[in-house]
C-alpha cells in the first residue's frame, strides 16, 4: 500500500532560506584582506568573528569607504562635526576598528517577516544569523527573503484550501473557487458566514509566496422552491 507523500512546508522562518556557507573574518584581519575577500566573494559585507566563531561585529563597504573619501583632503570643522564616526573610520587599520558593533543578528527560528522589518528599520542588506551562544551560523540577505515569492502558484492555492479555506468554509468550502496567478490568490464563490471574509483574507495574505488577496465571496442565496 502507498503511502501519501508528506506536503511540503513552505519556507516561514531564516532558518528555511539562509545561506549556511559564510565566509567571515576575524576582528585583526587587515584593511587590505578585507576589501580582498569581499571581492572574492562579491558580497558587500562580513561578520566579524572572535573566539568560538561568535558575531562581534559586521564590517561593510561603508565602512571602508571613509578611507577613500578622506584620503586627500583635510576635512572642514564642519565635516568634522557632521562625519566623526566616518573619520574614525578613515584611520582604521583592521576589522576591529572598522566594524559596526554591537553586530544586528537574527536566529534561524526568526519568522521571515521578523527578519524583514530588522532589516528594514535598521537599514541593513543582510543579517548574520547566530544560535544562542552568538555563534554564526549562516548570513540571510534581501534576497534570500524574497526567495519565499518563487513558490508554484499551484502550491499556494494547496495550502490556501488546506489552512484558510477548509478549517473556515468547512460546509462550503468544496464549492469556493481559489485562483492564483503570479502570486495573486483569487477566491471565489458563496459562503453562509461572510464576516469571516475579512479573517480569511489576513490569513491568505500571511501565507509565505503570496503577493495579495482578491476575495470575492458572496453570502449563500436562499432559493425559493419552484
Not at 583632503?73 to 584611520?91: D, M, N, T, V
Not at 582604521?92 to 559596526?100: F, I, K, Q, V, Y
Not at 524583514?116 to 534576497?143: F, H, I, N, Y
Given at each position: ?216 465571496l458572496t453570502a449563500v442565496r436562499h432559493r425559493t422552491p419552484s
Amino acid at each position: 500500500m502507498s503511502s501519501t507523500p508528506p506536503v511540503p512546508r513552505s519556507p516561514r522562518i531564516v532558518g528555511d532560506v539562509m545561506t549556511a556557507t559564510v565566509v567571515a573574518v576575524g576582528r585583526d584581519a587587515p584593511f587590505k584582506e578585507i576589501v580582498r575577500t569581499m571581492e572574492q566573494w562579491r558580497v558587500s559585507a562580513l561578520p566579524v568573528l572572535e573566539g568560538e566563531s561568535r558575531v562581534v561585529g559586521v564590517v561593510s563597504e561603508a565602512d571602508l569607504l571613509p578611507k577613500e573619501q578622506f584620503r586627500d583632503r583635510i576635512p572642514s570643522r564642519i565635516e568634522q562635526a557632521r562625519e566623526l564616526e566616518a573619520l574614525g573610520k578613515a584611520g582604521g587599520l583592521t576589522a576591529g576598528e572598522l566594524m559596526t558593533a554591537p553586530a544586528i543578528t537574527v536566529h534561524a527560528d526568526a519568522t521571515i517577516a521578523h527578519a524583514a522589518r530588522t532589516m528594514a528599520v535598521r537599514k541593513v542588506k543582510r543579517l548574520p544569523v547566530v544560535d544562542a551562544m552568538g555563534r554564526l551560523e549562516g548570513v540571510v540577505s534581501r534576497g534570500d527573503l524574497l526567495k519565499v515569492f518563487l513558490r508554484e502558484d499551484a502550491e499556494i492555492a494547496e495550502e490556501v484550501r488546506r489552512e484558510v479555506v477548509g478549517p473556515l468554509f468547512l460546509s462550503h468550502a468544496q464549492e469556493v473557487v481559489i485562483e492564483v496567478n503570479e502570486g495573486v490568490v483569487t477566491v471565489r464563490g458563496e459562503i453562509r458566514d461572510t464576516s469571516l471574509v475579512p479573517v480569511a483574507a489576513r490569513l491568505i495574505r500571511a501565507i509565505e509566496g503570496v503577493v495579495d488577496a482578491d476575495m470575492r465571496l458572496t453570502a449563500v442565496r436562499h432559493r425559493t422552491p419552484s
